[in-house]
Every structure is written in C-alpha cells, then in structure tokens.
C-alpha cells in the first residue's frame, strides 16, 4: 500500500479536456480544489483551515471513488488576504496556500450631513466602515 500524498491544492481548476484554467476566487468566496495521489476508502478526508484559526472545514469528494475534493470558502471579506492550511488524513505535512479575494461593493458610507442653502447643496460624510478594496465610488442619484 502505498502513502496518500497530496498532489494538487489550489483555487485554479485545470480542465485537462480543454486545458483551459479557471479561477475559482470571488469577493466573498474562494473554491480550493485538491487531489490526492492515493485515497483509501470512501472515508479518508481532508480539511481546510483559514487564518490558523481552530476550526476545519471539511473538503468534499466529489464521490466515493474520486481523488479530487473540493472545500468552498463562503463568507469571506472582500479584499481580503488569507492563508489556507490543507491537512489530509495520514499525510505528515500539511500545505498552505495565499490568496486575496476579490474587490466587492463597500459598505454605505457613514455620518453623512447635507447642507443646502438657495442655491447649492453639500453632501459630506465619512469612509465606509467595510471599504471592500483599495477605491470606492459613490453615485448620487
């Protein structure tokens, strides 16, 4: 029997039918696809940890004879970098990968005063709590 090693752990998906690579990264998700060499049985399993916090998130297998598995990220801040640790049963050392979510919509700006008088208007207010990316843009309408 050979040792389960982990061959593949990324959010690029290769399609090997039409070598085409697409990016599964977002503003508020990320989809890491991972491949194992040899998977045991139907319950070998691999999880994913963001940020080196406690808790695991279970990657899926797409079924129970596959060695590919996919681990959805949700609930992600946009803009936003993170570091991913993939562990995988019997495998010694886990692998961890760097992405940055994609630039999302910010959150309403804040404290926002108008002030007018007979001929003009004055809108102020502060940044946004959440901005979301390194620009924001308001439209007034």
């Known amino acids: 029997m050979t040792a389960t090693t982990i061959d593949y752990f990324s959010a690029i998906y290769s399609d090997e039918e039409n070598t085409t690579d697409t990016i599964y990264v977002y503003d508020t998700f990320i989809i890491l696809w991972i491949k194992v060499s040899d998977r045991p049985s139907p319950e070998y399993s691999c999880q994913v940890r963001i940020n080196d916090t406690d808790k695991w998130h279970p990657a899926d297998f797409l079924n ?53 008088n007979l001929t003009s208007v004055l809108l102020t207010w502060s940044p946004p709590l959440k901005p979301a990316g390194p620009d924001y843009y308001y439209r007034l309408t």
Do not use: H
């Open 64 to 116: 129970d004879s596959t060695t590919i598995a996919i681990a959805p990220m949700m609930n992600l801040d946009p803009y936003t970098f993170y570091v991913f640790t993939l562990n995988c049963d019997g495998v010694v050392e886990n692998l961890k990968r760097e992405y940055r979510t994609k630039i999302g919509r910010p959150s309403p700006p804040q404290n926002l005063t108008v002030e007018k």
